[in-house]
């Protein structure tokens, strides 16, 4: 038994020479650039390479996902993966609120030379992790299949989601503490998180095949590979905090709620949060009028354009998150300029990504459908698929765009304005656009909705960058 715990301890906790040894280095990794000094490229590539990395890894191993599902359990099972979407989109808000919020601050703060705050921002947003954990968990083991009737589930799809979804539930305790990728990020070690989704996508894709394929577990196999690939993550960033391998220290007696410091963290995660929670109460909504459209076959060909626009969404938020430690700093350090500069170069980025996703899905979207399904038996929800991708690929630009300006206020801690802007395209717009398109056009109403809504939410946060810029002369952005 002591050989044992010996053992576990090497693997998650240094001795006090290993600590001394990896804090040295940690230094030395801290000098290799220089947030303040540094040419914006420069940081953008140490920063967006390797966040854009892991967020298109983990989109491949939910692409992945999606095709064993659709070639081993079918198309029923492909709209039971998307009937659960907006239940992982709302867990995965908190992970934005709790992660997002507290990676800003602690880029905030080592701009400010304040490292002893930064240390209470991450006790603070570890506690509050704990809790909202409990919460969720108990919750969703007690009234999901309650929550799939209410989304609109019901027969042979409410037993496939509800089934998908329990074990993925199983696997919150874990996949809750993703939000230290954004903690790692912040305080300069980009390459960790995007070393560990590389990691954990390999598990999922090969995971996916042994449960699917060999042991047969249907969607149930899908979801027990997704709550394992994601515990190995987890396990190994909270490993590299208890080693005291981290820039910011883990301090256990700082694990605890504080009001004052807890507060800010939420605040300022809240646009994210709430950008999420509102990209799935749309989910939810564009459920339903696809059931009543089109049936499940409508459902299946949204959870295949879920699966090819996760690419072109992570690329979006994956810049959004990475750029934010660069702008954070600079605007603790009042160097405004480099903010304003990062947000520029950003857009640029996605912009980049963006047409080529368009151009990919306009010229290709039946071989890209074909992957999923097989065509000679579900000729209908090709068909759809083709028209919606073929629509759908328009709005990639825009809603991209609106991600990157969102995410920019949210780095200057501008949070009505953020808020604002998380609400804009789901919540105001596509709601009510949707549902007259929908009754004028039909089935094709819901895809035109989508471009419609992130067209003008594009164009409205242009705006909003234009006429609130920080400088010198004027403390920055007037609106809070």
Not at 326 to 337: E, P, Q, R, T
Not at 362 to 367: I, K, Y
């Amino acid at each position: 038994m002591n050989y044992l715990t010996s053992k576990l301890r090497k693997l998650f906790v240094f001795s006090d020479k290993e600590r001394e040894v990896t804090n040295a280095q940690n230094v030395k990794k801290t000098q290799k650039y220089s947030l303040k000094e540094d040419r914006i490229l420069r940081l953008l590539f140490i920063f967006v390479g390797p966040a854009v990395l892991g967020m298109l890894i983990n989109a491949l191993y939910n692409f992945v996902d999606r095709i064993f599902v659709g070639h081993f359990v079918g198309v029923d099972g492909l709209s039971a993966v998307t009937m659960v979407f907006p239940v992982t989109l709302f867990q995965f808000g908190f992970v934005l609120l709790f992660g997002s919020g507290s990676g800003i601050l602690i880029a905030k703060y080592l701009g400010e030379s304040k490292p002893e705050k930064a240390e209470n921002v991450l006790g603070n947003a570890i506690a509050g992790l704990c809790i909202i954990m409990i919460i969720f968990t108990s919750a969703g083991l007690l009234f999901h299949k309650q929550l799939l009737q209410l989304f609109g589930a019901n027969g042979e799809l409410l037993n496939l989601s509800s089934a998908y979804l329990f074990v993925l539930i199983l696997g919150f305790p874990l996949s809750f503490f993703r939000a230290l990728e954004f903690t790692c990020r912040a305080e300069g070690n980009p390459k960790l998180p995007a070393k560990l989704v590389v990691l954990s996508c390999i598990i999922n894709v090969c995971l996916d095949y042994v449960f699917m394929k060999i042991f047969n577990l249907g969607i149930r196999g899908a979801a027990l590979a997704t709550i394992i690939a994601q515990a190995t993550n987890v396990l190994f960033l909270m490993r590299y905090y208890v080693s005291g391998k981290s820039l910011v220290k883990l301090v256990w007696n700082k694990i605890k709620i504080n009001k004052k410091i807890l507060l800010p963290i939420v605040l300022v995660g809240l646009a994210p949060f709430l950008m999420d929670l509102a990209i799935s109460f749309q989910n939810v909504f564009a459920n339903h009028l696809l059931l009543q459209s089109g049936g499940t076959d409508g459902v299946a060909a949204m959870g295949i354009i879920y699966g090819i626009n996760i690419f072109f969404m992570m690329i979006a938020l994956g810049t959004g998150d990475a750029m934010q430690p660069i702008i954070s700093f600079n605007y603790g350090a009042k160097l405004f300029s480099r903010s304003q500069k990062t947000l520029v170069l950003a857009l640029k980025i996605v912009g980049v990504a963006a047409i080529v996703g368009v151009v990919v899905l306009e010229l290709f979207p039946e071989q890209i459908t074909n992957i999923f399904i097989d065509g000679n038996d579900n000729g209908n929800v090709i068909n759809t698929t083709i028209t919606a991708l073929q629509i759908f690929a328009i709005s990639i630009p825009f809603y991209s765009v609106q991600i990157i300006v969102t995410r920019y206020f949210q780095a200057l801690e501008k949070n009505k304005l953020a808020t604002f802007l998380a609400l804009l395209r789901p919540i105001f717009l596509f709601i009510p656009i949707v549902y007259v398109l929908n009754s004028w056009y039909g089935l094709t109403g819901i895809w035109i909705a989508f471009v419609v809504s992130d067209t003008l939410s594009a164009i409205i946060s242009v705006l909003l960058v234009k006429k609130y810029v920080p400088n010198k002369k004027k403390t920055p952005i007037s609106m809070s």
